[in-house]
């Protein structure tokens, strides 16, 4: 279902913005803005908290004159999403206030660099899982092209593996392209104000868990929970392209 209002001048003068009106499209799963009556500066930082002031755990915003896969960046406040778990339920960024650690990762079922991190994963949670860290994997690939990727097979991979971790599908691929992840696995580490610290890729050997010497995503959090600069804070993602429709 969706809902549209308008905000006025006066309202938007009170953020500091330039506007006089503003229309707004409101959906389940994404907060656009569908037409603007007068030319504003999308580029003012006032227009952007402003935005962010209207996420309310479940809304992403897509701000008008701006490419859909504006990719976060170090800085940057986590996006909302209201997406389906393999459990059933519907999750909100908000489901996970309580954490220190939030870790959005973009997975899927049938890339190899996936399945060869999967492990790792479940050992992740149940390592931090006491400290306030929560992994959040997010499945947004095309199933009508890779079947294996499918809700349905998503929850077949969960007992399988023994996932320990909401595992969510992101059917429209809109919070993907919200984010700017562009492969899988991906992850976009927040932290308790939901500052994004790291991105990227979780550490430095794939295939050979043995042989890791560069322990990215371990490293971030270990930094993040001590109230420290994470080392790198930014890793070239290694997997597979997103599957996009």
Request: proline share 4%; hydrophobic share 35%.
């Amino acid at each position: 279902m969706m809902m549209s209002f308008t905000i006025t001048g006066s309202g938007l003068r009170k953020k500091g913005l330039r506007s006089t009106y503003l229309a707004i499209i409101l959906s389940t799963e994404a907060l656009t803005l569908s037409s603007l009556m007068l030319p504003i500066c999308i580029r003012d930082t006032a227009f952007y908290k402003f935005i962010r002031n209207l996420n309310k755990g479940f809304l992403i915003p897509t701000p008008i004159g701006e490419s859909v896969m504006r990719a976060l960046k170090i800085g940057d406040s986590a996006l909302g999403f209201r997406l389906m778990g393999v459990d059933g339920k519907y999750y909100i960024l908000e489901d996970f206030k309580s954490e220190k650690v939030v870790i959005v990762m973009f997975s899927c079922n049938h890339c190899p660099t996936v399945k060869a991190y999967e492990d790792r994963f479940v050992e992740l949670q149940r390592d931090y899982k006491d400290k306030g860290v929560v992994l959040i994997a997010i499945n947004p690939n095309d199933d009508k092209k890779y079947p294996e990727d499918s809700f349905q097979n998503m929850k077949i991979r969960v007992k399988e593996k023994g996932f320990n971790f909401p595992y969510l599908r992101d059917e429209s691929q809109k919070v993907a392209r919200a984010y700017g992840a562009e492969r899988t696995p991906e992850v976009f580490v927040f932290d308790e104000k939901r500052t994004l610290r790291y991105h990227g890729r979780i550490d430095d050997n794939v295939y050979e868990p043995r042989e890791v010497r560069q322990h990215y995503l371990r490293d971030a959090i270990n930094a993040i929970l001590a109230n420290k600069k994470v080392p790198l804070e930014d890793t070239e993602p290694v997997g597979c392209t997103i599957k996009w429709k």
